[in-house]
């Protein structure tokens, strides 16, 4: 099966990874349909875009399979599924409230399962690209990460193991695994200087990440030219999950 590319669907397609990626693909040339929460701003990108848009709720099944089908029918086929779902909590354990940890789970985890079930089903007959978004927190361990860094590495474990199942089919599924992104998400985080600078300080490359740095490594995966990648983990994260620089 050849790895064809008619279109993307943008799952979080308005957050700050998700609308970035979502410019550089339609100034690209490529159709893009998005999905998201908050029919307002959704309906605001895809209007400045030209694309057409859905709203789903990720944590639901049937709400991912309807805006799967919606993205397949707008472009006539589906190339593309992107994940850009997910949240940051930092937290240890023992203070992490039950319902955290399920809804860390559910909007990092579960989105990440509902959109390669409902990907799998459209394009496990054509071919094509899924590209899911993991963190540096779920490949080395980060104090205060416990239940982002659990669900993270269950998005690389969905990763590895989508990618061997869907390889007969040219269906490729890939990871990218940011550093901290200075995206309306993290902005809480980065909100005073002392904040940013510690932050800053854990990234070899001294600097928090930007949304084009993460966008651009999906856009590459997305890419039928990279139709020999899968089951990859990509880390686009200012070295934090490989590198120890000398102090």
């Given at each position: 099966?050849?790895?064809?590319?008619?279109?993307?669907?943008?799952?979080?397609g308005?957050?700050?990874?998700?609308?970035?990626?979502?410019?550089?693909?339609?100034?690209?040339?490529?159709?893009?349909?998005?999905?998201?929460?908050?029919?307002?701003?959704?309906?605001?990108?895809?209007?400045?875009?030209?694309?057409?848009?859905?709203?789903?709720?990720?944590?639901?099944?049937?709400?991912?399979?309807?805006?799967?089908?919606?993205?397949?029918?707008?472009?006539?086929?589906?190339?593309?599924?992107?994940n850009?779902?997910g949240s940051i909590?930092?937290?240890?354990?023992?203070?992490?409230?039950?319902?955290?940890?399920?809804?860390?789970?559910?909007?990092?985890?579960?989105?990440?399962?509902?959109?390669?079930?409902?990907?799998?089903?459209?394009?496990?007959r054509?071919?094509?690209?899924?590209?899911?978004?993991?963190?540096?927190?779920?490949?080395?361990?980060?104090?205060?990460?416990?239940?982002?860094?659990?669900?993270?590495?269950?998005?690389?474990?969905l990763?590895?193991?989508?990618?061997?199942?869907?390889?007969?089919?040219?269906?490729?599924?890939?990871?990218?695994?940011?550093?901290?992104?200075?995206?309306?998400?993290?902005?809480?985080?980065?909100?005073?200087?002392?904040?940013?600078?510690?932050?800053?300080?854990?990234?070899?490359?001294?600097?928090?990440?930007?949304?084009?740095?993460?966008?651009?490594?999906?856009?590459?995966?997305?890419?039928?030219?990279?139709?020999?990648?899968?089951?990859?983990?990509?880390?686009?994260?200012?070295?934090?999950?490989?590198?120890?620089?000398?102090?």
């Amino acid at each position: 099966m050849t790895d064809i590319h008619p279109g993307t669907l943008i799952i979080g397609g308005s957050g700050g990874i998700g609308s970035e990626l979502a410019r550089r693909l339609t100034a690209a040339g490529r159709p893009v349909h998005l999905a998201a929460r908050g029919a307002q701003r959704l309906e605001a990108l895809a209007a400045e875009l030209g694309c057409g848009f859905t709203e789903v709720e990720a944590t639901d099944a049937d709400s991912v399979d309807a805006a799967v089908d919606a993205a397949a029918a707008a472009m006539g086929g589906l190339g593309g599924v992107v994940n850009a779902v997910g949240s940051i909590v930092l937290k240890p354990a023992h203070t992490t409230k039950p319902e955290e940890w399920r809804e860390t789970i559910a909007l990092n985890l579960d989105s990440a399962f509902f959109a390669v079930r409902a990907s799998g089903r459209v394009m496990g007959r054509t071919g094509g690209s899924i590209v899911l978004l993991s963190s540096a927190a779920g490949r080395v361990g980060l104090s205060n990460h416990d239940a982002i860094g659990a669900a993270k590495a269950g998005v690389i474990g969905l990763t590895l193991s989508s990618a061997a199942t869907y390889a007969p089919r040219g269906l490729r599924v890939n990871c990218v695994a940011p550093g901290l992104v200075e995206t309306p998400l993290s902005e809480r985080l980065l909100a005073n200087e002392a904040s940013r600078k510690a932050s800053e300080s854990m990234h070899p490359l001294a600097r928090i990440g930007r949304p084009e740095d993460v966008a651009s490594a999906i856009q590459w995966l997305l890419d039928p030219g990279q139709s020999w990648v899968t089951g990859q983990v990509i880390g686009v994260d200012g070295g934090l999950g490989s590198v120890r620089p000398r102090g």
